[in-house]
């Protein structure tokens, strides 16, 4: 129903501030009764993180950051949904206005800054799911004035861990200062350790899964890359939003603003990233394509480069929830079109090709 009714209420969420408006979409969710969505097609299933997805299309951090709609928004046909980010201590966050739409670009800027209501409350509200179905994850960062980052992911995994398929550590949000600097290799081989160790002392069997940011030059990839298969990181997710203005931006008085861009104009750097990110790990190490889908061809594009599963936020934003059904129709006619019996059989394909861009 509420996939039907988006084209008639889009007008009215566009005319309010955009932050009002997500949250507006957070009780309009939390008001629907429960349901289940269709089963899929078992085309459409993944084997990876040694769990059964099943479909590729999942839903980005950043929209249920408090875990306050998991279940309704797997009603809306995801495969898996991604929840937070959180952080240990509640925040606020930066001050608003934090969002905006340049809609004209299908793109989003945001500076949030992880606003967040606190692992204490975010923990309770996943451990009172247990036993529902479906697949959520969890991701997870630092409080903006920490004393000690690294403390402040463990924390958070030993926390969720129990409650989750996969915990993402988030080092790439470009809205908390120095956050993206645990990129680099030894911080970033200290936090995987404490964060792989939190994790097999409180829930063994939950995925540890690394988002990394678009803007990486491709000698720290190599790093990263190295890090993540020493530390036995499960996934890597590419990518994040990106601080980068493209030329081809429209919105220019829109584009001024500081805090990460998402959406179409990050297709392109973030598809590359991933392909590049395959080449170097293969099918050692599965990876999460996001960034700038918002149609079928695109989520098919970043298999090609190297994705097993996908996210995708910023393109609801424009063309609502009955995106995720069109994407998955669209996945299997491709898949009819090429022969292609699995997404399996697709992965990574292009990815020399896509990697040049």
Not at 139 to 160: F, H, M, P, Q, V
Not at 195 to 208: F, I, K, L, S
Request: some cysteine; hydrophobic content about 50%.
């Amino acid at each position: 129903m509420i996939d039907v009714l988006f084209p008639l209420v889009r007008p009215v969420l566009h005319g309010l501030d955009a932050e009002r408006a997500h949250n507006l979409s957070l009780r309009a969710l939390a008001a629907l009764p429960a349901r289940r969505p269709a089963a899929d097609d078992p085309r459409l299933a993944v084997e990876v993180l040694g769990r059964r997805f099943p479909n590729p299309v999942g839903l980005a951090a950043g929209f249920d950051k408090g875990a306050t709609v998991p279940d309704a928004l797997l009603g809306l046909g995801f495969g898996f949904v991604e929840v937070g980010g959180v952080v240990p201590r509640p925040q606020p966050g930066n001050p608003a206005p934090r969002v905006f739409r340049l809609a004209r670009d299908g793109a989003v800027i945001n500076r949030f800054g992880l606003n967040s209501e606190g692992l204490d409350v975010v923990s309770g509200r996943l451990a009172a799911r247990a036993g529902r179905p479906g697949l959520v994850g969890v991701n997870i960062g630092a409080n903006k004035e920490s004393d000690d980052r690294l403390a402040d992911y463990a924390a958070c995994t030993r926390r969720l861990a129990p409650h989750v398929a996969f915990v993402t550590v988030n080092v790439s949000s470009p809205n908390t200062p120095g956050l993206r600097d645990l990129q680099g290799e030894a911080f970033l081989d200290e936090l995987l350790a404490r964060v792989v160790e939190a994790r097999d002392a409180a829930a063994p069997g939950t995925a540890v899964l690394l988002k990394i940011a678009p803007d990486i030059a491709l000698d720290a990839l190599d790093a990263i890359c190295a890090t993540a298969l020493r530390r036995n990181v499960q996934a890597l997710v590419v990518s994040n939003t990106t601080v980068a203005r493209p030329a081809s931006l429209t919105e220019t008085a829109l584009a001024a603003e500081t805090g990460g861009l998402s959406g179409r104009p990050l297709f392109g750097p973030a598809t590359r990233l991933l392909a590049q990110t395959y080449l170097r790990v293969g099918e050692r190490l599965p990876l999460v394509g996001v960034g700038g889908i918002d149609s079928a061809e695109a989520a098919w594009t970043k298999i090609r480069a190297g994705a097993s599963l996908i996210q995708l936020y910023s393109a609801l934003v424009y063309q609502g929830p009955g995106l995720v059904g069109a994407i998955k129709r669209g996945l299997l006619a491709r898949m009819r079109a090429e022969g292609v019996a699995n997404l399996a059989a697709a992965v990574g394909r292009d990815a020399a090709a896509l990697a040049e861009g």
